[in-house]
């Protein structure tokens, strides 16, 4: 499934570059995404990669034996290298744990790695000076694809680094071992390197001794950063790379496997590109059986993305990007002051928490206060997290729910009723499960059947519409906008910001029957 995602803003269209096509037996789509002028653009494209893996990634092998395995999955590589070339790409992304696979012990990981200078140290060419190091021949057959293809190439491999006993932090087998991304330029030259700060469960690696921020210089489109899959979740790299105004694009290789309500692969990377006004080149891995599927180039208005749980199959992404993405949060984007549901929503924010409603309008006033009889609060269990929740019953209404600190807001209207529940809900606390970190979370999720205890449960499909503003009085600045509709299909909000203290998402016209709508505030000091 391929989707294109629209914005807010009739400013930045889509200009259909093609079709959708079969090539080299790997599904392909190819759009554009461009703004007012047509030159101000560059073409991207990513990878979701259906890689061929070790059939027992415990057992020790040979580097011969390795290297059969991941020149198979290079092979492939090489044919979308050549795809997107003759449709003027100018960048490529390929996933995390594509060429090698996944689940190693650290010993069995060995003969896959690759050894590599530091690129700040050496300038290298690996595919014109082959043997100049050993063990590099997977960073040889990528810097000549990058030759092969005259474009910028981005790929995640593992490597090793030697190490002396003596060495603060230097494992007991001598040796270091990164999980790894590499920048190879159009010529071949290794540009950069990034090694994954923010492990997720692989034991195969180690955490660098100081966190790279990685970002790399093109002559097309200036600067773009780096980082890997659960480092999205997190200030370093992914925030501090941010802190260069110059950087206005980010390539993600990542190997995600999805987790609903709240964090499916196309939902967090579009998100990330919406909340920090930056374009977002995502090549996720291709194991549906595990629930890794979604990639996507995002740009805070569109998005173009791949989500398949059905085949497998690798899926080509080509887009035409710009080169200065026009952010969500501005005055261009900002809601008619007469509009009458944002005014009902300022009298609210205005009043808080003095305010009742009736059965056709919502009422403010300082004298009279809300009555919390409407909605009996519950609590049930959302991506491991006990929120608290109130159902959402009515056609129209304002429902308030609210979890230490956090206090989060509804304010929507439905054109019908559907036959399915949802709910309104709030978390404020330290995340534990799969990872340790501080969320805040204001969630209207359609819950999994009509019971109080499905809600938080794995939906993708909905038929329940809705017009509404969704808000709280968040204490981070660090919010991610997380919307998915039914058929998992992303939404662009109409209108994000802060007002009066408080940070809310508004929406109308939804594609589809919403399955979540979130605001998801990381505080980061508090992990």
């Known amino acids: 499934m391929v989707r294109i995602m ?9 200009l259909l570059c093609g079709c959708y096509m079969v090539a080299l037996g790997v599904h392909a789509t190819e759009q554009c995404v461009a703004e007012d002028h047509q ?39 090489e044919q979308q290298v050549m795809t997107a070339a003759q449709k003027g790409v100018q960048i490529i992304v390929f996933p995390e744990d594509g060429i090698h696979g996944f689940n190693f012990t650290r010993t069995s990981i060995y003969p896959f790695l690759d050894f590599m200078p530091s690129p700040q140290l050496v300038r290298w060419n690996p595919c014109l000076e082959p043997h100049r190091f050993n063990d590099t021949e997977v960073l040889q057959r990528l810097s000549c694809m990058a030759i092969k293809g005259d ?24 040796r270091y071992q990164f999980n790894t991304n590499v920048v190879f330029s159009n010529n071949g030259t290794l540009v950069d390197r990034y090694r994954k700060y923010n492990l997720y469960f692989e034991a195969a690696f180690d955490t660098p001794l100081q966190v790279d921020h990685t970002i790399f210089e093109t002559p097309f489109a200036g600067k773009f950063g780096v980082f890997t899959c659960f480092d999205i979740l997190f200030f370093d790299p992914a925030i501090r790379l941010l802190g260069d105004s110059e ?8 190997a995600w496997m999805n987790q609903l309500p709240l964090l499916a692969a196309i939902q967090i990377q579009s998100a990330f590109a919406i909340a920090f006004g930056v374009n977002l080149l995502a090549a996720n891995i291709h194991h549906p059986s595990l ?41 261009e984007n900002a809601t008619d002051k007469m509009d009458p549901s944002h005014g009902k ?24 206060k809300w009555n919390m009889n409407a909605a009996p609060m519950f609590y049930s269990e959302m991506m491991y997290d ?20 956090l206090c989060c807001s509804l304010l929507y209207q439905r ?30 999720v359609k819950c999994g059947g009509l019971g109080f205890d499905t809600c938080g449960q794995e939906v993708t499909e909905a038929t329940g519409l809705f017009e509404f503003h969704l808000w709280g009085n968040f204490s981070t600045s660090y919010i991610f906008p997380m919307f998915l509709t039914s058929g998992m299909t992303l939404e662009t909000p109409d209108q994000l910001g802060w007002e009066n203290d408080h940070y809310f998402l508004r929406k109308s016209r939804l594609s589809s029957g919403l399955v979540t709508a979130a605001l998801y505030g990381r505080l980061y000091e508090r992990d």
Request: one cysteine or more; charged letters at 15%; glycine letters at 8%.
């Open 6 to 14: 629209s914005g807010a803003s009739s400013r930045l269209a889509f």
């Open 39 to 77: 030159t101000d653009y560059y073409m991207a494209a990513v990878y979701e990669h259906q890689s061929i893996l070790s059939l027992n990634p415990l057992a020790l092998t040979s580097r011969t034996q390795a290297l059969e395995l991941m020149n198979q999955n290079l092979d492939i590589y």
């Open 151 to 174: 474009m910028f190439l981005v790929a995640n491999l593992g490597m090793k680094q030697p190490c002396q006993s003596g060495d603060r932090g230097c494992p007991r087998d001598g």
């Open 247 to 254: 950087v206005k694009h980010i390539v993600f290789p990542a």
């Open 291 to 331: 629930g890794m599927t979604g990639s996507g180039i995002h740009t805070p208005l569109k998005s173009i993305w791949h989500h398949d749980m059905e085949n497998l199959t690798g899926h080509l992404i080509i887009a035409k990007v710009a080169k200065n993405p026009r952010g969500l949060v501005g005055t």
């Open 345 to 368: 929503f300022l009298k609210i924010l205005a009043g808080d928490p003095y305010c009742e409603k009736d059965s056709q309008e919502v009422h403010c006033d300082e004298a009279t």
């Open 386 to 405: 006990n929120f608290t929740l109130v159902p959402v019953w009515e056609k129209e209404g304002y429902l308030r729910v609210c979890a230490n600190g």
């Open 415 to 444: 054109p019908t009723l559907s036959k399915e529940l949802y709910a309104l809900g709030a978390f404020d606390g330290l995340h534990t499960v799969h990872g340790t970190y501080y969320v805040q979370v204001c969630a209207l």
